[in-house]
T-cell receptor
Framework: AQTVTQSQPEMSVQEAETVTLSCTYDTSESDYYLFWYKQPPSRQMILVIRQEAYKQQNATENRFSVNFQKAAKSFSLKISDSQLGDAAMYFC???????????????FGQGTILTVHP | DTGVSQDPRHKITKRGQNVTFRCDPISEHNRLYWYRQTLGQGPEFLTYFQNEAQLEKSRLLSDRFSAERPKGSFSTLEIQRTEQGDSAMYLCASNFREGKGYTFGSGTRLTVV
């Protein structure tokens, strides 16, 4: 079974600065997807960024980028130029790319609460 | 596309009562997922539908839980004889095959008193 671990329960950052959220995962599979989701206090989970394991290039979406280290099974999220609206709970998630009964199911980490200070 | 809708947003029930939640996915999404999220934790997978077929159920889904997706459209999650441990946020998500991500609903918060 796959597991996802986020070792930072809480992080804080000053507005306009950069913060990195950590995520490690454990899997025996070689083909999978990794995600970062944001869950603001309004509760709806929003996709931040997605990475395919077969791609060596790190995904980037505007101010959000990842550092994907497949051998180390590490998938960190970097938020540049942090904004007050970035404050939320962030979840790292894993999804198998193998077709079968587990196909499509997300396995989430425990989450990291990000606070942005003005 | 109005997103994934969940109803109700909040539900308070007495222990032992039955409750039912509804999820309306995005219309063209054929896959629908239910997750449970307790306070301060990540969501945990409960069950998955592809169209009307329930293809996977987690061991978290005890015999008191049942989910349906008639006609492959909306889905319902019923909890019978609720227990205090059932108190959680119940999230629904949908997607379409190799879509880039999943669209989540805002969840139903269940409180069992």
């Amino acid at each position: 079974a796959q597991t996802v671990t986020q070792s930072q329960p809480e992080m804080s950052v000053q507005e306009a600065e950069t913060v990195t959220l950590s995520c490690t995962y454990d899997t025996s599979e070689s083909d999978y997807y990794l995600f970062w989701y944001k869950q603001p206090p309004s509760r709806q989970m929003i996709l931040v960024i997605r990475q395919e394991a077969y791609k060596q290039q790190n995904a980037t979406e505007n101010r959000f980028s990842v550092n994907f280290q497949k051998a180390a099974k590490s998938f960190s999220l970097k938020i540049s130029d942090s904004q007050l609206g970035d404050a939320a709970m962030y979840f790292c998630a894993y999804r198998s790319a193998r077709y079968g009964t587990s196909y499509g199911k997300l396995t989430f980490g425990q989450g990291t609460i990000l606070t942005v200070h003005p | 596309d109005t997103g994934v809708s969940q109803d109700p947003r909040h539900k308070i029930t007495k222990r032992g009562q039955n409750v039912t939640f509804r999820c309306d996915p995005i219309s063209e999404h054929n896959r629908l997922y239910w997750y449970r999220q307790t306070l301060g934790q990540g969501p945990e997978f409960l069950t998955y539908f592809q169209n009307e077929a329930q293809l996977e159920k987690s061991r978290l889904l005890s015999d008191r839980f049942s989910a349906e997706r008639p006609k492959g459209s909306f889905s319902t999650l019923e909890i019978q004889r609720t227990e205090q441990g059932d108190s959680a946020m119940y999230l629904c998500a949908s997607n379409f095959r190799e879509g880039k991500g999943y669209t989540f609903g805002s969840g139903t918060r269940l409180t069992v008193v």
